[in-house]
C-alpha cells in the first residue's frame, strides 16, 4: 500500500532522531536518578506535571502548526487572554459553566484570526503571530489592567492541583489532559487524510493544492484548534496558580517552541512526529527538574534547554555539516546543487490572492 | 551515512551527559547534608517549651522572588550575614533556590522541588499574596515550616518576618517627601508590578497618610514592573503628563535607580524631588550629587538573618506564632511575635548623604 | 517580418531591467517615506490634542529610548535581509552591558572607548558563533538563534549572579553620553542617526551588501550566480552581534544600573520594528533606514500613550495592531510589485 510506503518514508528520518531522543531521555532520567532520590517518587512525578502540563498541552497544536509549514508564535498570549478573560467575568459574577464557554469561543476566535490572516490574506505566519502575541497580550492587559483575580472556588482550583482520582496520587489532571490529547493528535497526524494533507502541505503548498488539498481551509482549523488548546491551558494555569493577571504565560511561546524543535519537527515543515514532541516535552521537563533538585543554577537550565535545541538540528545534519563547512570555506566557490534555504522557513504559497 | 550520523549524534549526547553530571557533582555539595530530621517529624505545631534546645541538622530552602536581584542576595547570602549565615550559626544547611522572572509560574517549581528534597523549613518572599497558597499550604501539611519574609503569603505560613510595619514604611516614605516638599505639591508613585503584595500594601498606607497633608496631591501610580526600560519610560511619561509634578515616591529598588538616572539632570535634579525604597550602593551616586536628599530601607541582611532565626525557633518548637511569645534572633537580640503571626524587624532606616557610605549592599 | 526582428535586435539590453530596477527603488522609497507619513501624522495628531508632547524633554526622551532599538534594528535588517533571524540580540545585549560596564569597577579611569570596543568584542564573539552555526552548518537560523537566545541568557545569568553594576561605579563622561545635546537634540542619536545612514548606504551601495539582497530574494539563484552565501551570511550575523555588542554598552550609560535581566525580550519588539519598518519577513527587500524609523515609530507611540493619558495598557495591542497591518501593507505591495514587474517583463518581449 502506498500509504504506508509513504508513512514509513517519512517517518524514516524522523526515527532517527527520536531514538536518539528516546537515548537523551534516559540518560537524564539516569543522571536525575542518580543525583537525587527524589527524581523517580511519585510527588516528583507529580510536580513535574503541575509545573509543565500546560506547555506540554500547548506543543501539540504547535506541531501540526510546524509540520503544515507555518509557526502560531501567539499561543502564551492567547492563553493569557483567556486566563485574564476567566478572571474578569469571574469578578463579574458570571457562572463558570458560561466563562468556560465564552473562554472557548474567544480562543477559538483568536485562533481564526491567526489563520485568516495567514490563508486569506496570505501573510507569513512568523510576523504575523509577533502581532497577534502582542494583540491579544493586549487584550489580557486591558482586560485585567493591573488587578488580579484569586477567589475561585477551590473545586476548580483543585482542577489545577490535585491528582486526578483513582489513579494514584501522581497524575495531574494536566498530565491526564496532555496523554489524551497526545493520543489524539497523534492519530489525527499519522493515520488520517487530514494528518497526511498535513504533511503534504508542509512539504509543498503549491504540490499540495494541485492535489486538491484544500490547504487554506487546514490551515485555518489547525490555527483555530491551537487557539482553543491554548485556552484550556490558559484555564488550567489560571486554576493552578488560583490566580489572574495579565502576565500569566508570559513569554512561554518560546518555550513550546523549543520544545517541539526539539522533537524532531523540522521548521520548515513537512517532517515531524508526535512521539518525538511528547519526547521533547520529557526532556526540557527532565532537564529542568534535576537541575532544581541538585541545586545546579537554574539559570543553567536555559544553557542545556539551548544546548539540546542546536543538537536537534546539528545531529541530523552532522554528516553535512562538515562538508558544508569545507565548502563554505574560501577553497569552494561555487555551489554543489540544490540545498536548503540559507535560512529561515520558505516563503508563503505564492499564489496570487 | 547511518554511523557518521549516530556517531554525530553521540558526540553532544555525551557532552550534554559530562555537562549534567559535572553539575549535579559541583551542586549537590550543600545538600549532601548531615542526616537532617525528616520532614514529618519536624513539629509544627507543637506548643512552645522554652526550655528545648534548638534543632540542628534542618534543611532550609531560601526561596526569594527571584534569583539575580541583588536586594535577595543581600538578604539571603551567608557573606552579607543574611540568611545562610544564620543557619550555618545554627548549624543548619541553607539552600538558595529560586526561579528567574519574579511570578509565581517561576517560583512554584522551586518550592516544589525544596518540598522533593526534604525540606524542612521553607523560607519564602512571595511573588503574589494568593498564588503560592496551594503550594504553600500542601507544605505545612507535610509538617515543613513555612515562614515568609520581605513580602507576605496571608495565611498560607505559619510564620512572616516583616521588615519593617507595613504602615511605617508606608507613611515614612511620604513624611520624607513631605519634609523636602514643604507640604505642597503634587506627588506620583513609580511601582514595581501591579500585583506585588508588599507595594501594594505600603501605596495603601501612603494614601492614607496623605491626607494628612491637604496640600500634596497624587496624581498618578504607575507600574515600572521592576524592569529597568519600563520603570524608566514610566517614570518619563510621569514628567510630561504632570509638568507641575513635585515629587516621586518608588517603593522598590528597580524603579527608584531607573528614576533616579532619569532625573539625574540639571533640569530636574533639585526640581523634582525622589525618594523610595532602595539599596545604598544602587544610589550612592544619587545621593552624592542630590537627585536624591534621603531615601528609606532596612537592612535587608538583617531581615533574612532575623527570619531565618524565626523559623528554626518555629521549626523547634518554641514559637508557634501566637501574638507575644519571644524569642532570641543571635545578634540581634530579643524579638516578640506580634498580631498575625508577624515579626516586625524594626523601624525603617533612612539612608542621606550623612552615613550612605557606611554600606556596601 | 523581418525588418522588426531586425530592430528588435537592434534595442539596447534589457531595458525592463533598468525600468524594473527603478520601479522597484521607487516603491521602496514610497514604503519609507510611508513611514515617515505615518510618524509625522501621529505626532502631529498627539501635539494637537496634548502640545506638550512636542516639549524638547520628551522629544529628547524619545530619541534617547529609540537608540539602542535602532541599532539593534539595523543589525536585525542586515541579517533578515538575507532571509535569516537573530533571536539572540536581547541576550548579547545583556552580557554585554554587563560585562563591559563591569569594567569600570575594578579599572578606575579605564578609556571609554576601550569599554566600547570590549563589548563589540563580546558581541562579534556571540554574532561569529551564531553566524558560523547558521552558514557552516546549513542550519535554520531561526532555530540556532532561538537556541543562542537561551544560552547566551543562561551564561550572563551565570556570570552575574545576584551582583549588579551600580551607577555609583560608572564615570560621569559615560552616564552623561546619553545625556549630552547639541542644540537641543541629543548627540547620541545623530551620532547613531549617522551610523544607520552608513549602514544603509553600505547595504544600498556596496556589492557585499547587495548580495545580501540576493540571498534574501533567491538563496538558490545566488548561488547559483557565485554569490559566496555563506561567507555573506556569516558577515551578516558577525556584524548583527557586534552591534547588539555595542547597543549593549550604550544600554549601561541609559540605564546606570546594569543585573543579569538586561535585554530580556528585546529580540522580539525589534524584530516588530524591523517589519513595521518594511523590512520583509523573508528577506530580499527593506532597508535600514526604514527600520530605524519602524523603531523610531513604536517607541513614539509608547510615548505618546502617556502624554495623552491614555493607558499604558493599551501600548501592547497597539504595537501588535500596527505590526500585523506593516505586513499586510507589504504583502499588498509585493504582491502588486511583482505584478507589476512581471507584466513590464512581459512587456519588453
Request: glycine letters at 14%; proline letters at 10%; aromatic letters at 8%.
Given at each position: 500500500m502506498s500509504d504506508l510506503s509513504d508513512l514509513g518514508d517519512r517517518l524514516r528520518p524522523a526515527l532517527r532522531w527520536e531514538t536518539g531522543l528516546a537515548l537523551v531521555v534516559v540518560i537524564i532520567g539516569i543522571v536525575g536518578a542518580s543525583v537525587s532520590?527524589?527524581?523517580?517518587t511519585g510527588n516528583n512525578i507529580f510536580n513535574l506535571g503541575l509545573s509543565n502540563g500546560e506547555i506540554a498541552i500547548m506543543t501539540l497544536p504547535m506541531t501540526l502548526i510546524i509540520i503544515s509549514g507555518e509557526i502560531d508564535l501567539s499561543v502564551a498570549s492567547i492563553l493569557g487572554m483567556s486566563s485574564a478573560l476567566l478572571g474578569f467575568l469571574w469578578a463579574r459574577h458570571w457562572p463558570m459553566l458560561g466563562i468556560f464557554v465564552l473562554v472557548a469561543v474567544v480562543g477559538l476566535a483568536a485562533g481564526a484570526v491567526n489563520g485568516l490572516l495567514v490563508t486569506?490574506?496570505?501573510?507569513p505566519s512568523l510576523a504575523v503571530t509577533i502581532g497577534t502575541l502582542a494583540v491579544y497580550r493586549g487584550i489580557a492587559t486591558i482586560l485585567l489592567g493591573p488587578n488580579t483575580v484569586a477567589n475561585f472556588p477551590t473545586a476548580y482550583t483543585n482542577l489545577g492541583?490535585?491528582?486526578?482520582?483513582?489513579?494514584?496520587?501522581?497524575?495531574?489532571y494536566s498530565t491526564a489532559i496532555f496523554v489524551v490529547l497526545a493520543v489524539i493528535f497523534g492519530i489525527v497526524l499519522h493515520a488520517t487524510p487530514f494528518g497526511r494533507s498535513v504533511y503534504a502541505m508542509g512539504a509543498s503548498t503549491e504540490a499540495a493544492q494541485f492535489a486538491g488539498i484544500r490547504v487554506k481551509r487546514i490551515k485555518t482549523v489547525l490555527f483555530m484548534t491551537s487557539g482553543l488548546v491554548c485556552a484550556l491551558a490558559g484555564v488550567l494555569l489560571t486554576f493552578r496558580l488560583n490566580t489572574a493577571v495579565?502576565?500569566?504565560?508570559?513569554?512561554?511561546e518560546l518555550d513550546v517552541v523549543a520544545i517541539v524543535l526539539l522533537g524532531?519537527?523540522?521548521?520548515?515543515?513537512?517532517k515531524g512526529t508526535i512521539v518525538g514532541v511528547v519526547l521533547g516535552v520529557l526532556a526540557f521537563a527532565g532537564i529542568q527538574n534535576a537541575l532544581f533538585l541538585t541545586n545546579f543554577?537554574?539559570?543553567a537550565a536555559g544553557i542545556v534547554t539551548g544546548g539540546l535545541l542546536l543538537l536537534s538540528v546539528f545531529g541530523r545534519n552532522a554528516a553535512s555539516f562538515s562538508s558544508r563547512l569545507r565548502a563554505w570555506l574560501p577553497a569552494g566557490r561555487r555551489g554543489r546543487g540544490p540545498e536548503s534555504p540559507a535560512g529561515g522557513p520558505p516563503p508563503a504559497a505564492v499564489t496570487p490572492p | 551515512m547511518k554511523l557518521r550520523q549516530t556517531a554525530g549524534l553521540a558526540v553532544p549526547l555525551v557532552i550534554v551527559s559530562i555537562l549534567l553530571a559535572a553539575c549535579s557533582s559541583s551542586g549537590s555539595s550543600s545538600t549532601a547534608?548531615?542526616?537532617?530530621?525528616?520532614a514529618a517529624s519536624?513539629?509544627?505545631?507543637?506548643?512552645?517549651?522554652?526550655?528545648a534546645a534548638l534543632k540542628t541538622g534542618l534543611k532550609v530552602f531560601v526561596i526569594p522572588?527571584?534569583?539575580?536581584n541583588n536586594y535577595f542576595t543581600t538578604a539571603d547570602s551567608a557573606k552579607t550575614g543574611g540568611a545562610i549565615a544564620a543557619l550555618d550559626t545554627l548549624g543548619e544547611t541553607g539552600t538558595e533556590t529560586s526561579g528567574t522572572a519574579a511570578t509565581p509560574a517561576s517560583q512554584i517549581p522551586a518550592i516544589q522541588a525544596a518540598v522533593s528534597k526534604g525540606a524542612n523549613i521553607l523560607l519564602v518572599s512571595a511573588t503574589d499574596p494568593t498564588a503560592l497558597c496551594p503550594t504553600l499550604n500542601a507544605a505545612m501539611k507535610r509538617g515543613i515550616t513555612v515562614v515568609t519574609y520581605d513580602s507576605d503569603a496571608p495565611g498560607c505560613r505559619d510564620l512572616f518576618v516583616n521588615q519593617a510595619s507595613t504602615a511605617e514604611i508606608g507613611t515614612s516614605e511620604v513624611d520624607v517627601l513631605a519634609k523636602q516638599l514643604n507640604d505642597t505639591g503634587d506627588i506620583a508613585i513609580v511601582s514595581a508590578?501591579?500585583?506585588?503584595t508588599n507595594q501594594n500594601a505600603w501605596i495603601g498606607y501612603m494614601k492614607q497618610e496623605l491626607t494628612?497633608?491637604?496640600?500634596?496631591?497624587?496624581?498618578a501610580t504607575v507600574y515600572g514592573n521592576d524592569d529597568p526600560t519600563t520603570a524608566t519610560q514610566v517614570t518619563q511619561g510621569l514628567l510630561e503628563q504632570y509638568p507641575n509634578l513635585k515629587g516621586i515616591i518608588s517603593p522598590t529598588t528597580v524603579g527608584i535607580a531607573a528614576a533616579a538616572a532619569v532625573l539625574d539632570t540639571s533640569k530636574y535634579r533639585g526640581k523634582i524631588a525622589l525618594t523610595g525604597l532602595g539599596t545604598p550602593d544602587s544610589l550612592k551616586k544619587y545621593v552624592s550629587d542630590g537627585t536624591i536628599k534621603e531615601f528609606v530601607l532596612w537592612k535587608p541582611n538583617d531581615l533574612g538573618y532575623l527570619a531565618a532565626y524565626a523559623a528554626v525557633n518555629f521549626a523547634s518548637g518554641k514559637?508557634?506564632?501566637?501574638?507575644g511569645q519571644t524569642f532570641t534572633a543571635g545578634k540581634l537580640g530579643s524579638y516578640t511575635v506580634g498580631a498575625d503571626k508577624t515579626i516586625l524587624l524594626g523601624p525603617p532606616f533612612t539612608f542621606n548623604a550623612g552615613n550612605i557610605n557606611q554600606f556596601n549592599f | 517580418m523581418s525588418t522588426t526582428v531586425v530592430s528588435r535586435s537592434e534595442r539596447?539590453?534589457?531595458?525592463a531591467g533598468t525600468g524594473a530596477r527603478r520601479l522597484t527603488e521607487r516603491v521602496f522609497r514610497i514604503r519609507e517615506s510611508g513611514i515617515i507619513v505615518v510618524l509625522v501624522v501621529f505626532v502631529a495628531v498627539t501635539a494637537s490634542i496634548q502640545?506638550?508632547?512636542?516639549n524638547i524633554t520628551n522629544i529628547q526622551f524619545i530619541l534617547v529610548n529609540t537608540t539602542v532599538f535602532a541599532l539593534l534594528a539595523l543589525g536585525e535588517t542586515m541579517v533578515v535581509i538575507s532571509r535569516n533571524y537573530d533571536l539572540s540580540v536581547g541576550s548579547v545585549l545583556g552580557l554585554s552591558a554587563y560585562l563591559s560596564a563591569s569594567l569600570f569597577g575594578p579599572h578606575h579611569g579605564i578609556p571609554i572607548a576601550l569599554v566600547f570596543l570590549a563589548g563589540l568584542g563580546i558581541g562579534l564573539a556571540c554574532g561569529v558563533a551564531n553566524g558560523i552555526m547558521v552558514?557552516?552548518?546549513?542550519?535554520p537560523s531561526l532555530v540556532v538563534t532561538l537556541a543562542t537566545l537561551y544560552i547566551f541568557r543562561g551564561v550572563d545569568i551565570l556570570i552575574v549572579g545576584g551582583k549588579e553594576v551600580v551607577?555609583?561605579?560608572?564615570?560621569s563622561a559615560f552616564l552623561n553620553i546619553p545625556k549630552a545635546t547639541v542644540f537641543g537634540i541629543p548627540i547620541l542619536a545623530i551620532v547613531i542617526a549617522v551610523v544607520i545612514a552608513i549602514g544603509a548606504y553600505y547595504l544600498r551601495s556596496f556589492r557585499s551588501g547587495r548580495e545580501l539582497y540576493a540571498i534574501g530574494s533567491n538563496p538558490e539563484a545566488a548561488r547559483l550566480a557565485g554569490i559566496h552565501v555563506g561567507r555573506r551570511v556569516f558577515m551578516a550575523f558577525a556584524v548583527s552581534g557586534a552591534i547588539a555588542g555595542v547597543a549593549g554598552v550604550l544600554w549601561a550609560a541609559q540605564y546606570g544600573t546594569v543585573d543579569s535581566?538586561?535585554?530580556?525580550?528585546?529580540e522580539l519588539q525589534v524584530i516588530s520594528a524591523v517589519v513595521v519598518g518594511g523590512v520583509a519577513i523573508f528577506g530580499g527587500s527593506g532597508s535600514a533606514v526604514g527600520a530605524a524609523l519602524g523603531a523610531l515609530l513604536l517607541n513614539t507611540i509608547s510615548s505618546a500613550l502617556y502624554v495623552l493619558g491614555i493607558?499604558?495598557?493599551?501600548d501592547q495591542a497597539i504595537w501588535g495592531f500596527l505590526l500585523i497591518l506593516a505586513v499586510a501593507l507589504d504583502h499588498f505591495i509585493t504582491v502588486r510589485l511583482t505584478a507589476a514587474l512581471r507584466l513590464r517583463g512581459a512587456r519588453h518581449e
Open positions: 532520590s527524589e527524581f523517580f486569506r490574506l496570505g501573510l492541583v490535585n491528582a486526578v482520582p483513582f489513579t494514584g496520587n501522581d497524575i495531574t495579565q502576565n500569566n504565560g508570559l513569554g512561554l524532531g519537527v523540522s521548521i520548515f515543515g513537512g543554577n537554574q539559570e | 547534608a548531615t542526616s537532617s530530621s525528616p519536624s513539629s509544627g505545631s507543637a506548643t512552645p517549651s522554652a526550655g522572588k527571584n534569583l539575580g508590578t501591579a500585583s506585588a494628612k497633608y491637604p496640600k500634596m496631591k497624587l496624581v514559637l508557634d506564632g501566637s501574638q | 539596447p539590453p534589457a531595458p502640545p506638550r508632547f512636542l552558514a557552516g552548518g546549513q542550519v551607577a555609583n561605579s560608572l564615570p535581566t538586561a535585554g530580556t525580550g528585546y493607558s499604558p495598557f493599551w
